[in-house]
């Protein structure tokens, strides 16, 4: 498994004296002979050993090693996850879209066709924390695989014609609670794959680069589709990448085994038990709640683009540029971050840049014209960059036996925070006008993060107390 723990190839060790006599281990009944033993691979010195799924140059010698964004992509398995990823992700966002035109053409009624893009959101909570201890339970390839499978399955009956309405939204809450499972399920994966170090971090990174860059393209791409097909003809497409998704994941990926084996209760009673453990932890609860709370005040501004948009008197053109400045702005940051600054420098821009993030939505108190907004959007984007350090951190805190249900709740976290801070920032703007919303969501935003940046400061290793030390010590070997 390849990470960026090992050894430095140069590292000296102790060699064996030339003259020395090694005497014969001695022979111990029914073990192997040592004829049987396969002797670990030795490396000349000063030449680094090949990572897992990088083959080796045609004189024997390994190639340079590459760094950054290239040594995740040189891990073949990384590569299959990756390919997958685009695929299931391609098909969420083309079936939301589809599925959406497929009820109002059905029913006439905007109220249901908004409604199925909440049921995006609503119930990842619900299956976040019901479900997670799926990520534990059971390998997590089979675990994904199953999940591909399943919403293939929903989106198949979609296309029924003799499905009602009804049937098309409880098929599309499925999905949504099947996501983070999956997503979690993923999230932890990647350690097995990457490691826990740089290659695990910079991994989540393009992952998370690919699912901002969707929202750009999936989107259009659904609009494309919808001209040359109908409605459950995209969504058609879209079970076809779910397939494809399953497929790369079957037979791109090692079988590993689960995390956690069944502890001898029940799958409901695993994921709150584990959910009980992982929010009770003070350290992980801190950085659990620093992925959580800046994103919540953050879509505010997407929430209320069109108002907004209306207000200053913009044609419906600029609305596209309100609600993607924020995405290439978190796009170029995170391409910046992760291939121009060391893991160090990484660790070091965390809690400043998060408690800086959210401050330039303050620019809208002014209630600025579109360039100022777009660049306000932009910046606040950008400010999301703080975690990709955020990552390493969370993986280090959180033990093993516990990382997929740590991983699918954080997903199912913050999907729902998300969708909250989208409601509530809907709800201000009944009573204010739309600027002053969003301002006001930078500034409450600042302040909430700057008290979770004291909090996570409280709790890094060596200053929490000892006898703190010792609860999360006992809790962690309990949790297993």
Known sequence: MPNDRSAPADTSRTPTAPDAVVPAAPVVPGAPTPDAVTPAPVHPPGVAAVPEGVAPAPDGLAPAAPRGYRAVFAVAEFRAVFAAHLFSLLGVVVSELALTVLVYDLTGSPLLSALTFALGLLPYLIGGTLFAGVADRYPARRVLVVCDLLCAACVAVMLVPATPVAGLLALRCLVAAIAPVFTGTRMAALTDILGEGDLYVLGRSLLRIVSQSAMLIGFGAGGVLLTVLSPRGAIAVTAVTFLASAALLRFGTRARPARS????????????AGARLILGDRRVRALMLLFWVPPMFVVAPEALAAPYADAIGVPSAALGLLLCSMAVGHIGAELFVGSALSPRN??????????????????????????????ALALAGAGAAYVIGLDQWFVDAVPEELRGRAMTLLTAGLMTVQGLGMALAGLAAEFFPVHQVVAGSGILGTVCTLLLVAEVRGTAPGRMSDTEGRDRADRHVTSG
């Open 261 to 272: 084996g069944d502890g001898g209760g029940t799958l409901l009673k695993e994921s709150l």
């Open 346 to 375: 990484r660790s070091r821009i965390v809690l400043p840049v998060a408690a800086v993030g959210l401050l330039p939505l303050v620019v809208y108190a002014v209630r600025p014209g579109l360039p100022l907004a777009v660049a």
